[in-house]
């Protein structure tokens, strides 16, 4: 039989040879050992560094507001390897009061409906402690959270579903301005994305403590994600204001005009399914037709606004039931 061996010694060799031979290769295979662990760690920061870059880029790219914080969630829970994670942010009620709103959250064992809530923003939970002290909490078994500190884990979710949270990472989202905008919270860290913890003794079982090296990427989305979250935010309010003032300059011109109010509404309506059924279409000569959401919604306005010449036009032409005389024109 073949044996793969590193060293064969000879049973006539002095005892103090032996053990220097011995000695020798122990320090041969720690010496290979530790040169094929920096290599394995130097590949996977390669890999992670590269995957971060890619994230940032799909992130900035993003200007769907939920479509963004799923993506987030996601991109964590593959760098984490972990079962669950949720988001909160963090809403200004008034110039005196803000709350915490948890947005979205994920989970690869249990499918369970969602459903946005609001809480005030303090040090209670492990998210408002996050959000209102700007720091970290790497808990290792949440049902072990010392009595000594401001924060509870809130056990209803566990209690309700069968579930058993243990390991959270809680880390904080800021904008530009180094200011706490959200929380990211992860959950039971596994030792496989595919394994399913559906009770205490799969979780126990299953998942690991988040370490320094995951935190530190972790740090690393946060930091994108924050900055990712407040542009499309911005982004989003671009928008809301544009369509206000298009809706201010239709109205505008349906009250100069009331005998054809509606009609700006109607061929925007028009338009849009148009170009919504062309994107669709199978006939051979549109195949290659296909709109955009940007287009569509470009489309959309320049539809709303194709009379906005009217509000030019002098009310005596405009409103002026028959043929203009030609000496008035």
């Known amino acids: 039989m073949d044996l793969d061996v590193d060293l064969i010694l000879s049973n006539k060799l002095p005892y103090r040879q032996t053990m220097k031979l011995l000695e020798m290769a122990c320090y041969q295979w720690l010496v290979k050992s530790e040169k094929t662990d920096r290599a394995r760690l130097q590949d996977t920061s390669f890999r992670y560094l590269n995957k971060l870059a890619d994230i940032s880029i799909s992130l900035s790219s993003e200007d769907d507001l939920m479509t963004l914080l799923r993506k987030i969630l996601t991109e964590g829970q593959n760098i984490a390897c972990c079962d669950a994670a949720s988001l909160y942010l963090i809403n200004e009620v008034n110039d005196h009061e803000r709350e915490l709103v948890f947005k979205l959250a994920q989970n690869d064992s249990m499918s369970i409906p969602f459903e946005e809530m609001h809480f005030p923003l303090d040090e209670s939970s492990i998210a408002g402690y996050v959000a209102v002290t700007d720091s970290e909490l790497n808990i290792p078994d ?118 054809t109010s509606g009609h700006s509404f109607r061929v925007a309506d028009l338009c849009v399914e148009l170009a919504q059924s062309v994107s669709v279409s199978n006939l051979t000569r549109l195949r290659n037709v296909r709109f955009t959401d940007t287009e569509i919604r470009e489309l959309k306005y320049a539809a709303l606004l194709h009379d906005f010449g009217k509000v030019g036009v002098r009310e005596s032409v405009l409103v002026k039931e028959e043929k203009t005389d030609r000496r008035k024109r």
Do not use: C, M, W
């Not at 401001?150 to 800021?174: E, M, W």
């Open 142 to 259: 949440a049902y072990q959270v010392s009595h000594d500190v401001a924060f509870k884990f809130n056990q209803s979710f566990d209690r309700k579903t069968g579930y058993r949270t243990k390991s959270v990472f809680a880390i904080p989202l800021t904008n530009k301005q180094q200011s706490v905008t959200g929380v990211l919270q992860f959950i039971n860290r596994k030792k496989a994305r595919s394994l399913k913890i559906t009770d205490e003794k799969s979780a126990i079982v299953y998942t690991l403590a988040f370490d320094s090296y995951i935190n530190v990427l972790l740090q690393a989305l946060a930091s994108q994600a924050g900055i990712a979250i407040e542009n499309t935010i911005l982004q989003n309010d671009i928008k809301a204001l544009f369509e206000g003032f298009v809706n201010a300059s239709v109205a505008a011109i349906e009250q100069r005009d009331p005998t």
